[in-house]
């Protein structure tokens, strides 16, 4: 799956040297005309060396300046160029449905595109082998623990979940069957998680990090790291919204990617599952 090539140029501006930032920058402002320049054209009117833009393309992922052409021809000559900017003030509903709909989709996209599905593989068969779950996540993080929890509950894991991380600590020191530990942090630096992956690792578990940064403390600390692509953020907000996204996303390849182990067996429990409910709680 391609990439939204805007979102992909915004995603990676930071990271780029100051030469390749320019050229990002003039790109985001002039994209429709970008796709009617040569090597020479951009880098006169970026103010930069030919070489500058080929080194450009390699550092967003592109092979060079024609694949970075036609997907800017792709992308931005037939969009409306309010869908890139960020979420202001007294915009329409309609266009902040549109602009979010872009970044999920690219989010989504990005964490397809580069997760390390041997891993989930991996993570998918340890599951199948511990007996208890402990999984953690705060502030955004906790509702994608939930997810995890709801759904490796309803197909017969033991999956451990508390908000408060002192009484899930004291869980994991007393734990005493083969176990794993699933910590959930988009930044990959919340001390909190961090602690409890300590404590987890002191008694043995198995541990799995889930997190946007491949180089974060989690990252680097736990045994098996699932990297997931938040995407590009908009400005305005007051809590997660496409790395949400992405780490739900995450989750639910880990689930299907379990699932897929032993089809049959999960199904018919989760058919049973759905007997009981509706048997007990059915309404008069």
Do not use: W
Not at 12 to 37: F, P, Q, R
Not at 195 to 221: C, D, H, M, P
Request: hydrophobic fraction near 40%; include cysteine; charge should be negative.
């Amino acid at each position: 799956m391609e990439e939204n090539i805007i979102l992909q140029i915004k995603s990676k501006l930071n990271d780029l040297s100051k030469a390749e930032k320019k050229i990002g920058e003039y790109i985001l402002e002039h994209a429709v005309e970008t796709v009617n320049y040569n090597t020479t054209e951009l880098a006169q009117k970026a103010d930069v060396s030919p070489a500058t833009i080929v080194r450009f393309c390699r550092s967003i992922g592109l092979s060079g300046f024609s694949q970075l052409k036609i997907r800017l021809y792709a992308d931005a000559s037939d969009v409306d160029e309010d869908l890139y900017t960020d979420i202001t003030p007294n915009e329409e509903t309609a266009l902040i449905a549109e602009k979010l709909a872009l970044r999920f989709n690219h989010s989504i996209t990005q964490t397809a595109n580069h997760l390390n599905t041997a891993s989930v593989e991996v993570i998918a068969n340890l599951i199948d082998r511990c007996t208890t779950i402990y999984v953690y996540g705060i502030g955004a993080s906790h509702v994608v623990a939930e997810d995890f929890t709801q759904k490796f509950s309803r197909i017969g894991k033991i999956v451990v979940n508390m908000l408060d991380h002192h009484l899930l600590s004291s869980s994991i020191v007393s734990a005493g069957d083969p176990c794993m530990f699933v910590a959930i942090s988009n930044s990959g630096e919340t001390n909190e998680v961090i602690k409890l992956v300590q404590i987890a690792k002191q008694k043995k578990f198995r541990t799995v990090g889930i997190t946007q940064y491949e180089n974060s403390s989690l990252a680097q600390l736990v045994d098996y790291p699932i990297v997931h692509h938040g995407g590009e953020e908009v400005m305005l907000r007051s809590a997660a919204t496409t790395s949400l996204v992405s780490q739900l996303f995450t989750i639910d390849v880990l689930y299907y990617g379990y699932i897929n182990k032993n089809p049959k067996k999960i199904l018919n429990m989760l058919k049973e599952s759905k007997i009981s409910i509706q048997t007990f709680f059915h309404k008069e």
